[in-house]
């Protein structure tokens, strides 16, 4: 291991410590600065999930409440993002249970068929966006609208929120081969969406 993976290491595990402990003791002015780091990514990562501003605003408040109550389950072991996403995560599926019963089959992975979903923007770009063209970052948003919620959610944990695929598996609930499996789909399905959307464009 390299000096710098090690160091950064001590100050993630440093830094996990701390918002254990805070926590747990339900300190306030941690939470205020949790929320003030995570509200972005936490927001954007809801409205994939449920492609609805007005669910996704209210399945954030939420969540931070379910932190405020349940924060002492958080142990540090893993990255509070991944805690935290898994935590939104369980109360989407919560809320679908109770009001879109086909919508959470999806969710879970059992529909492998689904239409497309309006994403709003947030109005800020993702580091993938950054990564490709202003073009064909729009074809890329509106191909990831198409897809299995199942395979929108790998693609953006890991390609938005450049999480592990070991963090994927904690926040989605799922084996790492599924992950995988989700993973390899999803981006043949985004690929071949986005080679359509550019053919679009271009006859247009």
């Not at 669910?55 to 932190?67: G, I």
């Not at 109550?69 to 509070?80: L, P, S, T, V, W």
């Not at 086909?102 to 993702?126: F, K, Y």
Request: net charge neutral; hydrophobic share 40%; aromatic share 8%.
């Amino acid at each position: 291991m390299s000096t710098a993976a090690f160091f950064y290491i001590s100050v993630m595990k440093q830094e996990n410590a701390e918002i254990v402990q805070g926590l747990r003791r339900r300190n306030p002015d941690l939470l205020d600065q949790l929320i003030e780091r995570y509200h972005y990514r936490l927001m954007r990562y809801l409205l994939h999930l449920t492609g609805n501003r007005e669910t996704a605003e209210d399945v954030f408040q939420e969540t931070w409440v379910r932190v405020l109550e349940r924060g002492h389950q958080y142990n540090g072991k893993a990255k509070f993002e991944t805690w935290l996403f898994s935590v939104a995560r369980h109360l989407v599926i919560d809320l679908f249970r109770k009001k879109k019963p086909a919508s959470l089959e999806v969710l879970r992975g059992s529909g492998e068929d689904t239409g497309p979903i309006e994403i709003e923007s947030t109005g800020q770009p993702s580091p993938f966006e950054f990564a490709v063209g202003r073009e064909e970052s729009a074809h890329i948003g509106l191909a990831m609208g198409h897809l299995n919620p199942v395979y929108r959610e790998v693609l953006m944990l890991r390609f938005q929120e450049e999480l592990s695929l070991n963090e994927i598996t904690r926040v989605v609930d799922a084996p790492l081969p599924t992950v995988k499996t989700r993973l390899y789909r999803g981006l043949r399905a985004l690929r071949s969406r986005v080679e359509e959307a550019g053919l679009e464009s271009e006859k247009s």
